[in-house]
């Protein structure tokens, strides 16, 4: 069981805007910031947002990050072909004291 | 450029031992932390470990505590995670990743590619 929830699912077609929510407590994205990281079966992860709604070099735009509250939130507008991945949102948990990740969300591009 | 090679998985008996390292390259690695994050075959991530840039300050995931420890040689710029008393629920795939700032716990920002850790008899 995850302490931060996201749909096992989403998808959409070429062109189409998707977003992904996921879903913490005050102690985690209440307080901290929301890191977002997009995973090719069979590779490593790949970071995709940090700071909650920071793109490292070379991250497209069409990816953005927002939180609100204790939840969060990654949008992919104009969808394309390669952005079908697993994606999991992650932040620092103050009453854990420790790092937790997402169940994930795949994404299919229908 | 930026480079993690993490090695020193394989196949373990239950209770047994292994040392995981992570060779990185292509920055100042002691200016940066350091994590472990693993990953269980058809399953999502899980976070192990974090090191501080300096090896003071270290966390672990409730279901390793005790039984992993993380440490670093800034000199070799090395990332190491001693794993004992292994389990078959330690089964994965284990990545290292450097974190975006020095302090333990920031977003891992570039990874290796993983080792592959299993526990059978």
């Known amino acids: 069981q995850s302490v931060l929830t996201q749909p096992p699912s989403a998808s959409g077609t070429p062109g189409q805007r998707v977003t992904i929510s996921c879903s913490g407590s005050?102690?985690?994205?209440?307080?901290?910031?929301v890191n977002w990281y997009q995973q090719v079966p069979g590779t490593a992860p790949k970071l995709l947002i940090y700071?909650?709604?920071q793109r490292p070099s070379g991250v497209p735009d069409r990816f953005s990050g927002s939180k609100s509250g204790a939840s969060a939130s990654l949008a992919i507008t104009g969808l394309q072909s390669e952005d079908g991945a697993d994606y999991y949102c992650?932040?620092?948990?103050?009453?854990?004291?420790?790092?937790?990740f997402g169940s994930g969300t795949k994404v299919t591009v229908l | 450029e930026v480079q993690l090679v993490d090695s020193g998985g394989g196949l373990v008996k239950p209770g047994g031992s292994l040392r995981l390292s992570c060779a990185a390259s292509g920055f100042t690695f002691s200016s940066y932390s350091m994590n472990w994050v693993r990953q269980a075959p058809g399953k999502g991530l899980e976070w192990v470990s974090s090191i501080s840039n300096s090896g003071n300050y270290i966390y672990y995931a409730a279901s390793i505590k005790g039984r992993f420890t993380i440490s670093r040689d800034n000199a070799k710029n090395s990332l190491y995670l001693q794993m004992n008393s292994l389990r078959a629920e330690d089964t994965a795939v284990y990545f290292c990743a450097r974190g975006r700032i020095a302090v333990a716990g920031s977003a891992g920002d570039y990874w290796g590619p993983g080792t592959l850790v299993t526990v059978s008899s």
């Open positions: 700071g909650n709604n």
């Open positions: 992650a932040a620092w948990d103050d009453s854990l004291n420790g790092y937790v």
């Open positions: 005050s102690s985690n994205i209440g307080t901290n910031n």
